[in-house]
């Protein structure tokens, strides 16, 4: 009899202990984390249950990574975290990271393809945009890509951004085309693509790009050469970055394709990647006769009708900055 009692009382003081325990433990799950701020942290492919609570004991999301694992064991939630990048709040608790990594949305990152750049300047940029992974395997064509802010989260592939991309320029070109304006001097949406591209890199201001794309299409509807320097730029630099200097009379008497002071018309390709802005300028010019215009050294352009008229823009501008003047279209 004796000896049940004390049997009897051994597993009530072991049913104590594991309640309190259990108690303990739960309040650890459940009590706030070390974290002083909200903040975002990389939970990377493949960890186990073990890892991921390093892991957020390492980035000092929780204190024990043992709490966290056996509270995930014991809700039966270890195959419900995710891999990702997650931001965790302040103070989170055990419980509040887990429920991060089952139910919160990945972080969201972004990545911005300016307008104009090339399609080599393009891969830098991609390829340096932390959180993406993968190789690129080719190099998508000139002008494929849309310039825009583009969201993406840790893990994305750099493959699958290039595909958005150019999945954005196609869709995006094809609908413009739609919406032309009647009697263009241009049969395709791809030449669309390739003046818009030279209409990219002549003008930084959004308001003068229809009246740039009017004096290109003017010039090539009176059958004159476009004379644009961008293109003589790229023919240069093969779209690999900037040229670094100012053009010079042999640069603009080299032999290119892309050399729209020498050959007729537009180049084979576009010599960048055209923002939305400048494919509606092309497909929607300003009304106007112009054919000539030159930079006056702000940023923006005088435009004339005729080349008596430009020549003394460019005489007057010349005397007003005492040097030397970038022309375009002349």
């Known amino acids: 009899m004796h000896r049940l009692v004390l049997c009897i009382g051994g597993l009530a003081l072991l049913i104590l202990l594991a309640i309190a325990v259990l108690i303990w433990g739960y309040a650890e799950f459940t009590s706030p984390g070390p974290l002083a701020r909200a903040t975002a942290l990389v939970i990377p492919k493949g960890l186990s249950v073990e890892g991921i609570g390093r892991r957020l004991a390492e980035g000092g999301v929780i204190r024990d990574p043992r709490i966290f694992t056996i509270g995930v064991h014991l809700l039966r939630n270890h195959r419900a975290l995710r891999a990702g990048e997650y931001e965790f709040p302040a103070h989170a ?46 190099t998508p064509a000139e002008g494929s890509l849309l310039p825009e802010t583009y969201s993406f989260s840790w893990g994305d592939s750099r493959e699958a951004m290039v595909r958005r991309m150019q999945k954005a320029m196609s869709e995006t070109l094809e609908a413009l085309w739609k919406t032309r304006a009647p009697d263009l001097a241009l049969e395709t949406p791809e030449e669309a693509l390739v003046l818009a591209s030279i ?132």
């Open 199 to 330: 209409v990219e890199k002549e003008t930084a201001k959004p308001e003068e790009r229809p009246r740039v794309a009017a004096v290109f299409l003017n010039r090539l509807r009176h059958r004159m050469r476009l004379q644009s320097d961008p293109t003589v730029v790229y023919a240069l630099t093969h779209g690999k970055g900037a040229l670094g200097r100012a053009l010079t009379h042999a640069d603009l008497d080299s032999g290119s394709r892309y050399n729209t002071y020498l050959v007729d018309g537009l180049p084979p390709a576009p010599i960048g990647n055209p923002g939305k802005a400048s494919i509606m300028a092309v497909l929607h010019p300003a009304a106007g006769d112009d054919l000539y215009f030159v930079a006056d050294g702000s940023g923006g352009h005088v435009f004339a009708k005729t080349l008596a008229e430009h020549n003394r823009n460019v005489a007057r501008l010349r005397q007003m900055q005492g040097g030397a003047l970038g022309q375009k279209a002349e």
């Open 93 to 138: 608790s055990a419980e509040a990271a887990m429920e991060v990594l089952i139910y919160a949305k990945p972080v969201v990152r972004r990545l911005t393809i300016a307008e104009g750049i090339t399609s080599a300047q393009a891969l830098e940029e991609i390829e340096h945009a932390d959180g993406l992974e993968g190789a690129i395997k080719e």
